[in-house]
C-alpha cells in the first residue's frame, strides 16, 4: 500500500527503473517518480512529483 506522498501505478518496468519518470497519458505532465514494485508485477509504487519538488530546493529551482 502506497505511502502519504506516494501513489500505486501499474506502468510496466523493468529492474533498475528506479527514478524513472510516471507520465500522464492524458497530458503527459510527470506525476511522479517510480522508485518500486512487486516482483510479480502487479503493482508498482511512485514518489508523487509534487512531495519531490518540495523536498528537493534544486528541483524548485529548476521547475520556475
Avoid at 510527470?30 to 516482483?39: A, N, Y
Avoid at 509534487?50 to 521547475?63: H, I, M, P, Q, Y
Amino acid at each position: 500500500k502506497a505511502q502519504p506522498g506516494a501513489f500505486e501505478h501499474t506502468c510496466d518496468t523493468l529492474p533498475g527503473s528506479g527514478g524513472a519518470p510516471v507520465i500522464s497519458l492524458r497530458d503527459h505532465a510527470v506525476l511522479g517518480l517510480h522508485h518500486s514494485g512487486l516482483d510479480d508485477g502487479s503493482w508498482n509504487l511512485a514518489r508523487r512529483m509534487d512531495k519531490t519538488l518540495e523536498a528537493s530546493s534544486v528541483l524548485r529551482g529548476l521547475s520556475k
